[in-house]
């Protein structure tokens, strides 16, 4: 009997360090699991990083390319050293055994070196820089469309190799502690720097809740009793929120004025191009009230051409005083509508008389373009800024189209963007 006991238990005990142990197992299984799956995450995280980065470096290699100053040859200069590093730390954090990896590692460390040397340099470009420059882009630009291609294999394959142009005759003295030069850059002029009052609004009078409907249904073409008020906003304008079916829109307390259209109604196939939607949503401004307004650039997608405007005054584009009409292609009527830059910065401006004339900015401009539009143009800058610039307009070397703007005071290059164009519409980076 105690011989049949000690074997139970003994049993017992087998069993219990058995499960004991497949718990164990299963627990640590599922614990590497999870760090499997976090690893790549991250490595997947890295990869983002590394597209985002070399696709910002692309920009600002080209545009560092058409620049012929000093001061905006060092802003774009700054900016490759920037997208540079962030590259390089983002590669970090793929597999060593990535193939290219360490190609694509020296390419962006010897870009950024060399965009030092140019900001130490402190000059306009010479042939040889034009020279490095272009076989920089074409290797970023080859870079980037092929991080492109693999993302959905977390880039275990980054063929880089012989195809990198990198440059090695040049002072690769790294920098370490040095202080660089702080960026100044707008973008498209579509989300610039708002201020912290309305110019627009200044002493216009308070609206309450039943004249925003009103507001609102003559805007939409509306009846007034399909509206109704279902909130407010706070913020730098304050507003009414109306809505009513698929139609929400926020009309500003002071003034009156639609700050916000969206509709949100299924769209049917389109009934027209998205140049005569650009029609419909120019004329859609005359109506309301916005007058002489130019239009800049459009995108359209999903069966909606969204449309920049800017107002005009004395012959210039006034690039801060925006508004953004979307326009459904299947009936022209309009979908979306935004005017917080108009209604932040429209006034009259007292402009002053340029100090260099149109011929004398064009000869600021890099030998590399051609000219093929030009006029005037107030553009918004840091600081709540606005420079009065001269637009030109250009064809590239590649038979591609920038915009550099010259400002009318001093012939300094203020801007450069480059056009994005496609089937889809006219953007710019």
Request: net charge negative; proline share 3%; hydrophobic share 40%.
């Amino acid at each position: 009997m105690q011989k049949k006991s000690n074997a139970i238990r003994t049993i017992s005990f087998l069993l219990c360090v058995s499960v004991v142990s497949l718990s164990a197992a299963l627990y640590y299984r599922y614990k590497a699991d999870g760090l499997t799956l976090q690893v790549e995450q991250h490595q997947q995280e890295a990869y983002s990083q590394l597209l985002d980065h070399v696709s910002n470096l692309e920009t600002a290699l080209q545009k560092a390319r058409y620049s012929n100053s000093a001061p905006m040859l060092s802003q774009l200069a700054a900016q490759v050293w920037r997208e540079s590093a962030g590259a390089s730390a983002a590669l970090s954090t793929l597999p060593l055994t990535t193939n290219g990896l360490l190609e694509v590692q020296k390419f962006v460390n010897q870009t950024g070196e060399y965009a030092f040397t140019l900001i130490r340099r402190n000059g306009v470009l010479g042939d040889e820089e034009y020279t490095n420059l272009s076989a920089l882009y074409q290797s970023a630009d080859s870079l980037c469309s092929q991080l492109m291609d693999y993302q959905a294999t977390l880039g275990q394959d980054l063929a880089f190799g012989s195809q990198a142009q990198t440059v090695s005759a040049f002072d690769s003295d790294t920098p370490q502690q040095a202080e660089y030069p702080s960026l100044v850059y707008d973008g498209p002029f579509s989300d610039h720097l708002d201020r912290r009052t309305s110019l627009y609004l200044e002493g216009q009078a308070s609206v309450t809740k039943q004249q925003a409907i009103e507001k609102a249904a003559a805007f939409a073409a509306l009846e007034e009793d399909s509206l109704q008020v279902t909130g407010e906003t706070a913020g730098t304008i304050p507003c009414w929120q109306v809505q009513g079916g698929d139609i929400a829109m926020q009309v500003t307390k002071q003034g009156g004025h639609v700050l916000l259209l969206t509709d949100g109604r299924t769209l049917g196939a389109p009934q027209m191009t998205a140049q005569q939607g650009a029609q419909q949503a120019a004329a859609f401004l005359e109506r309301h009230g916005f007058a002489g307004m130019k239009q800049s650039y459009y995108e359209a997608t999903g069966g909606i051409v969204t449309v920049n405007f800017a107002s005009q005054q004395d012959g210039r584009t006034l690039y801060p005083d925006l508004v953004k009409v979307s326009i459904a292609l299947d009936t022209g009527e309009v979908v979306g509508f935004e005017s917080r830059g108009y209604l932040m910065n429209h006034r009259e401006r007292q402009l002053a008389v340029p100090q260099i004339s149109l011929e004398q900015a064009r000869q600021s401009l890099s030998p590399l373009l051609t000219v093929e539009r030009e006029g005037q143009a107030l553009i918004p800058s840091a600081g709540e800024r606005e420079v009065d610039c001269y637009e030109f307009v250009c064809r590239t070397p590649e038979n591609t189209h920038c915009i550099v703007y010259i400002d009318a005071q001093t012939g300094a290059e203020q801007n450069i963007l480059l056009l994005l164009e496609g089937a889809n519409g006219v953007l710019t980076a």
